[in-house]
C-alpha cells in the first residue's frame, strides 16, 4: 500500500514562526499534504496561512473550527479533516526536518500492525538556535502490545513534534482527550497501546522549540500536575483492563508515582473530577 501522509498544524498566535513552519512542510522530500488549524489567531497567523494556501492549493488546506477550541480540541478538528493513512501534529513554531515523511514511511513499513511511528528531535530556541539533540535510547525499534502499554507508564517517550500516527486508530479511540490541559499527546499514545505496534526511528526528524516564552512552565505547572492525575489514577487503569494478563507491580509503581505527586504538590483528584 502507497503511503500516504498529513501534517497538522495548529495555529494560534505564531505568527512570528508559521513561515518557517510551513516552509519546512513544503520543503519535505517526499511531499505530505498540510491542514492548518486556525484557531482564532488575534497575530497575523490568519493571513499567512491564507497566503501559503493560495499559493500552495494543491498542498495546503487551511480550516477554523466554529469557535475558539484550545489545543487539543484544535488538534482534533484538523485531524478529522485529514484524509490520509497517516497524520503527525506540527506545532505552528516548530520546524520538520527534510525527510521527516520519508523516515516516518520507513518506519510504518517496519510493522504491518505499526500503529505509531516515533523519532528523535532536537530543542531550539526562539532565534531557532540548536540547543541540544534529544534522542529516547529505551524505546526498542519495533515495540509490541502489551509492552506498547508498559514503555509509557512512567512517562511519556513520543514527542509532540516527531511522530505519525495511523488516522484510523485515531478515529477508534476518539482522539485526543480534550479534557486534557498538556497532556493530551500522552494519554493518547496510552489509549493506542492495544491496538497495535509502535516503531521508533533513531533518526533525528524535527525542531521543537522551547524557551522563548518566559515563565510558562511555572505558569502551566499546576494544570500539567493535574493531567498527569487524571492520566495515572483513570486512564491507566481503563487502558489495562484491555490487557488480560497485564504485570500488576508495573501498575502499582505508576500508582506509587501518583501518590508522590499528590503529597508532594496537595493536588486532589477527586477534586479536580468535580471542577470537570
Known amino acids: 500500500m502507497t503511503f500516504s501522509h498529513t501534517f497538522v498544524v495548529p495555529s494560534h498566535n505564531q505568527a512570528k514562526f508559521l513561515p518557517a513552519t510551513l516552509d519546512a512542510l513544503l520543503g ?3 511531499p505530505s499534504q498540510i491542514v492548518v488549524s486556525e484557531d482564532y489567531s488575534t497575530d497575523e497567523s490568519p493571513q499567512i496561512a491564507a497566503a501559503y494556501a493560495a499559493r ?4 495546503i488546506r487551511v480550516t477554523r473550527p466554529p469557535e475558539h477550541k484550545g489545543m487539543f480540541p484544535n488538534w482534533n478538528w484538523g485531524v478529522g479533516l485529514a484524509e490520509t493513512e497517516w497524520v503527525s501534529i506540527m506545532g505552528a513554531d516548530d520546524v520538520a526536518l527534510p525527510d521527516f515523511t520519508r523516515i516516518m514511511r520507513e518506519g510504518a513499513a517496519k510493522s504491518a500492525r505499526a500503529a505509531v511511528v516515533c523519532a528523535d528531535w532536537d530543542f531550539i530556541d526562539g532565534d531557532g538556535k540548536l540547543l541540544s539533540h534529544e534522542k529516547v535510547l529505551t524505546l526498542a525499534d519495533v515495540t509490541r502490545p502489551p509492552h506498547t502499554f508498559y514503555q509509557l507508564l512512567r512517562a511519556n517517550k513520543i514527542h509532540p ?3 505519525a500516527f495511523r488516522l484510523d486508530v ?5 482522539g485526543f482527550p480534550e479534557r486534557m490541559f498538556f497532556y493530551g499527546d500522552w494519554a493518547f499514545w496510552l489509549s493506542l497501546t492495544p491496538l497495535g505496534d509502535f516503531v521508533h526511528m533513531r533518526r533525528t526528524i524535527a525542531r521543537y522549540r522551547i524557551n522563548y516564552r518566559p515563565g510558562l512552565e511555572i505558569a502551566r505547572m499546576n ?6 492525575i487524571v492520566v495515572r489514577l483513570d486512564l491507566i487503569p481503563r487502558v489495562a483492563r484491555q490487557f488480560p494478563n497485564v504485570t500488576q507491580w508495573r501498575l502499582n509503581r505508576s500508582e506509587e508515582h501518583t501518590s508522590e505527586l499528590q503529597s508532594r504538590f496537595g493536588i486532589s483528584y477527586a477534586v479536580f473530577c468535580l471542577k470537570k
Open 223 to 228: 494544570q500539567t500536575l493535574q493531567d498527569e
Open 170 to 174: 485515531w478515529k477508534k479511540v476518539g
Open 56 to 59: 500552495y492549493p494543491d498542498r
Open 161 to 163: 513534534a516527531a511522530h
Open 28 to 30: 519535505q522530500r517526499e
